[in-house]
């Protein structure tokens, strides 16, 4: 839960480390207008944490935001459908960056584990 007392967290980030950010924002931005398609409450929370203005990136156009949001649910999906079929399967997530909703697919039954590298 969010601490609405403690200060937000400053961000300075460029390359692909902004480029994950943007991706993150997209998921939050999706899930908060458009929650009965896509619903990432991991990305809203973090969005919400970050001292960071998004109105100044060039970069964000809805086509990103919603096409990130897309390949999100496909991927999800995949995921879902295999964690299914294979109740005690073990998912890696490679290169996460700020990846969230991978984090609410994990079962009781399942192992998660992400890995990202440092830029």
């Given at each position: 839960?969010?601490?609405?007392?403690?200060?937000?967290?400053?961000?300075?980030?460029?390359?692909?480390?902004?480029?994950?950010?943007?991706?993150?924002?997209?998921?939050?931005?999706?899930?908060?207008?458009?929650?009965?398609?896509?619903?990432?409450?991991?990305?809203?929370?973090?969005?919400?944490?970050?001292?960071?203005?998004?109105?100044?990136?060039?970069?964000?156009?809805?086509?990103?935001?919603?096409?990130?949001?897309?390949?999100?649910?496909?991927?999800d999906n995949k995921v879902k459908e295999y964690i299914t079929e294979h109740p005690y399967a073990s998912v890696v997530n490679l290169g996460a960056g700020f990846e969230t909703e991978f984090i609410a697919l994990i079962t009781a039954k399942?192992?998660?584990?992400?890995?990202?590298?440092?830029?």
């Amino acid at each position: 839960m969010i601490n609405l007392q403690q200060s937000k967290i400053k961000v300075d980030l460029s390359g692909i480390p902004q480029t994950s950010l943007l991706i993150l924002y997209g998921r939050a931005k999706v899930s908060k207008e458009h929650g009965s398609l896509f619903n990432d409450t991991k990305a809203l929370e973090l969005v919400e944490q970050l001292d960071y203005d998004f109105s100044t990136e060039k970069a964000i156009t809805d086509y990103l935001l919603f096409a990130s949001a897309a390949r999100a649910i496909a991927i999800d999906n995949k995921v879902k459908e295999y964690i299914t079929e294979h109740p005690y399967a073990s998912v890696v997530n490679l290169g996460a960056g700020f990846e969230t909703e991978f984090i609410a697919l994990i079962t009781a039954k399942s192992t998660g584990m992400i890995l990202t590298f440092p830029s």
